[in-house]
């Protein structure tokens, strides 16, 4: 589970930073996975780590609208708020 002290946009930040090995510093609202250089399974990690962390599912449908940072955090508020 989610560590209560720490924010939604950071704990996903956490995450994209430890699968892509990217910086903080290079995610914004409007960072795409293009520019991460993320590929196809780097994203399938993120997205499988995402589940696990939020217990929530993520379809291929939804997981497919997702093509930057700031809609993957606000994606998962949503989901947590349903």
Do not use: P
Request: charged share 35%; with cysteine.
């Amino acid at each position: 589970m989610m560590e209560k002290t720490k924010s939604t946009e950071q704990t996903v930040k956490d995450i994209i930073v430890k699968i892509v090995h990217c910086s903080e510093d290079d995610l914004t609202t409007q960072t795409t996975w293009e520019d991460l250089d993320a590929d196809s399974l780097d994203l399938l990690q993120m997205l499988v780590a995402l589940e696990d962390t939020f217990s929530i599912e993520i379809s291929d449908d939804d997981a497919e609208t997702l093509t930057n940072f700031g809609d993957m955090v606000e994606y998962i508020k949503r989901r947590q708020a349903s």
